[in-house]
């Protein structure tokens, strides 16, 4: 089993840059694909990036492309999303996922944490 804890959601202002962290307990962390959700209020979760176990190989969505990056480091059993040029739209509660293999849907994922407020000011 995997427990993820995610950090570093904050209030920012458009145009800045912010690194999200999650922390994950278990085993079998760096055998596990992992991914980025978001949320805004009134709308479903959405897919922001994903990577593979080793961290060969990302995707991101087409609305972060180019802006967010997402990254791991399996010694400290951590994923980041680092999160440049950001806008109010992406302002949401981000969650970090853990599973099997890489995907874009939630279904894909076994593990979530609780979650991190990123509120983006205009």
């Known amino acids: 089993q995997v427990q993820l804890v995610e950090s570093g959601g904050r209030l920012v202002q458009a145009g800045g840059s912010l690194r999200l962290s999650c922390a994950a307990s278990?085993?079998?962390?760096?055998?596990?694909?992992m991914a980025w959700f978001r949320q805004a209020p009134g709308k479903e979760r959405e897919f922001v990036a994903t990577?593979?176990?080793?961290?060969?190989?990302?995707y991101a969505a087409g609305s972060v492309k180019g802006r967010f990056t997402i990254s791991r480091d399996n010694a400290k059993n951590t994923v980041y999303l680092q999160m440049n040029s950001l806008k109010p739209e992406d302002t949401a509660v981000y969650y970090c996922?853990?599973?099997?293999?890489?995907?874009?849907?939630?279904?894909?994922?076994?593990?979530w944490g609780q979650g991190t407020q990123v509120t983006v000011s205009s």
């Open positions: 990577i593979t176990w080793s961290g060969g190989s990302t």
């Open positions: 996922a853990a599973g099997v293999r890489p995907a874009t849907t939630t279904y894909g994922f076994d593990y």
């Open positions: 278990g085993r079998t962390f760096s055998r596990n694909a």
